[in-house]
Nanobody
């Protein structure tokens, strides 16, 4: 069982930055693919970024490439999402998610078994 707790969301002006953190409990963190998803009001949840269990491979939504960076620290059981050059369209509830151990990296929400409660990111224009 893995429990995930996100933090770091908030209100920021367009062009600003935020760093989201996701602290995980459980013994399987270092062997789980970790992902960030977001859900804006009245929209479906969408993939934002994912990182392989080793940290060697990362994947991004096209619209955040070059602005967002996902990273992980397996010693601290934590995954991060550094968000720069934020835009109003980045406003959403951001979720951290984890796959079962030793799965391939995926952009599909259904591949992730464990989810945090979400942290709100609001970008004003």
């Amino acid at each position: 069982q893995v429990q995930l707790v996100e933090s770091g969301g908030g209100l920021v002006k367009a062009g600003g930055s935020l760093r989201l953190s996701c602290a995980a409990s459980g013994r399987t963190f270092s062997s789980s693919v970790m992902g960030w998803f977001r859900q804006a009001a009245e929209k479906q949840r969408e993939f934002v970024a994912a990182i392989s269990w080793s940290g060697g491979d990362t994947f991004y939504l096209d619209s955040v490439k070059g602005r967002f960076t996902i990273s992980r620290d397996n010693a601290k059981n934590t995954v991060y999402l550094q968000m720069n050059s934020l835009k109003p369209e980045d406003t959403a509830l951001y979720f951290c998610a984890a796959t079962p151990p030793y799965r391939g990296t995926s952009v599909v929400p259904g591949a992730y078994d464990y989810w945090g409660q979400g942290t709100q990111v609001t970008v004003s224009s």
